[in-house]
Protein backbone atom coordinates (compact mmCIF):
# COMPACT_ATOMS: atom_id res chain seq x y z
CA UNK A 1 0.00 0.00 0.00
CA UNK A 2 1.64 3.53 -0.96
CA UNK A 3 0.30 7.32 -1.37
CA UNK A 4 0.91 9.30 -4.25
CA UNK A 5 2.81 12.18 -3.82
CA UNK A 6 0.18 14.19 -3.52
CA UNK A 7 -1.84 11.98 -1.16
CA UNK A 8 -5.47 11.79 -3.60
CA UNK A 9 -4.84 8.48 -4.34
CA UNK A 10 -3.41 5.22 -2.50
CA UNK A 11 -2.38 2.29 -3.85
CA UNK A 12 -3.05 -1.17 -2.68
CA UNK A 13 -1.83 -4.32 -3.58
CA UNK A 14 -3.74 -7.97 -2.54
CA UNK A 15 -2.51 -11.69 -2.48
CA UNK A 16 -4.32 -12.19 -5.51
CA UNK A 17 -2.28 -10.02 -7.39
CA UNK A 18 -4.59 -7.12 -7.95
CA UNK A 19 -3.83 -3.22 -7.70
CA UNK A 20 -6.85 -0.83 -6.34
CA UNK A 21 -6.21 2.47 -6.51
CA UNK A 22 -8.39 4.63 -3.77
CA UNK A 23 -9.31 7.93 -3.84
CA UNK A 24 -8.29 9.45 -0.97
CA UNK A 25 -9.15 13.18 -2.09
CA UNK A 26 -12.74 12.84 -1.35
CA UNK A 27 -15.04 16.03 -0.55
CA UNK A 28 -15.45 15.06 3.16
CA UNK A 29 -12.36 14.06 5.03
CA UNK A 30 -14.68 11.31 6.48
CA UNK A 31 -15.56 10.04 3.50
CA UNK A 32 -11.68 9.80 2.53
CA UNK A 33 -10.74 7.81 6.22
CA UNK A 34 -13.71 5.21 5.41
CA UNK A 35 -12.01 4.64 2.11
CA UNK A 36 -8.53 4.30 3.26
CA UNK A 37 -9.95 1.85 6.34
CA UNK A 38 -11.45 -0.12 3.75
CA UNK A 39 -8.33 -0.52 1.43
CA UNK A 40 -6.22 -1.58 4.41
CA UNK A 41 -8.81 -3.47 6.49
CA UNK A 42 -7.72 -2.64 9.69
CA UNK A 43 -7.38 0.54 11.93
CA UNK A 44 -4.79 3.05 10.65
CA UNK A 45 -1.38 2.32 13.09
CA UNK A 46 -0.36 6.16 14.83
CA UNK A 47 2.75 6.17 12.16
CA UNK A 48 0.16 5.36 9.05
CA UNK A 49 -2.35 8.43 10.59
CA UNK A 50 0.42 11.04 11.15
CA UNK A 51 1.41 10.80 7.76
CA UNK A 52 -1.20 9.93 5.74
CA UNK A 53 -3.88 12.02 7.97
CA UNK A 54 -2.27 14.67 8.94
CA UNK A 55 -3.55 17.12 11.35
CA UNK A 56 -6.57 14.86 12.10
CA UNK A 57 -6.95 14.07 15.89
CA UNK A 58 -5.76 10.96 17.70
CA UNK A 59 -7.30 7.88 18.67
CA UNK A 60 -8.78 5.57 16.05
CA UNK A 61 -9.92 6.08 12.51
CA UNK A 62 -11.63 3.11 11.25
CA UNK A 63 -15.27 3.24 12.12
CA UNK A 64 -16.06 -0.56 14.00
CA UNK A 65 -18.30 -2.83 12.39
Do not use: H
Not at 7 to 22: E, H
Amino acid sequence: MAFSPDNRTLASGSTDKTTRLWNASLPEPTAAIKEICKAVGRDLTPEERTAYLPGQSVGPVCPSG
